[in-house]
């Protein structure tokens, strides 16, 4: 019983921590993001729409007017982003792998 509680522990203190990582930045959800990209096209806000997928998919599968940098390769490639620090970065993938 003892090596239950003490797994159990464990697996709740490993999904906390995803959790908590997860407060660190701001979500955005679908209605928000359809907000954004009618007001992208306007010309009332700008910001780089980062799509982290694999390029076989982005190319079959993406949101009109985003960027791709595939996750495992994004330190190789993160200067695509530009040099603006505070510019407005929202990444998208299909979920987690």
Not at 8 to 35: M, N
Not at 39 to 63: A, C, M, P, V, Y
Request: charged share 20%; aromatic share 12%; hydrophobic share 45%.
């Amino acid at each position: 019983m003892q090596k239950i509680s003490f797994l159990f522990l464990v697996a709740c203190l490993f999904f906390a921590g995803k959790a908590q990582a997860f407060e660190r930045f701001p979500v955005v959800v679908t209605d928000e993001l359809q907000d954004m990209l009618v007001q992208r096209s306007s010309g009332k806000i700008d910001f780089t729409l980062l799509n982290t997928l694999d390029e076989i998919i982005f190319h079959h599968q993406s949101i009109p007017g985003s960027m791709n940098i595939p996750w495992n390769v994004i330190d190789d490639r993160y200067t695509e982003l530009g040099e603006d620090k505070n510019r407005l970065i929202i990444t998208y993938c299909i979920g987690h792998r």
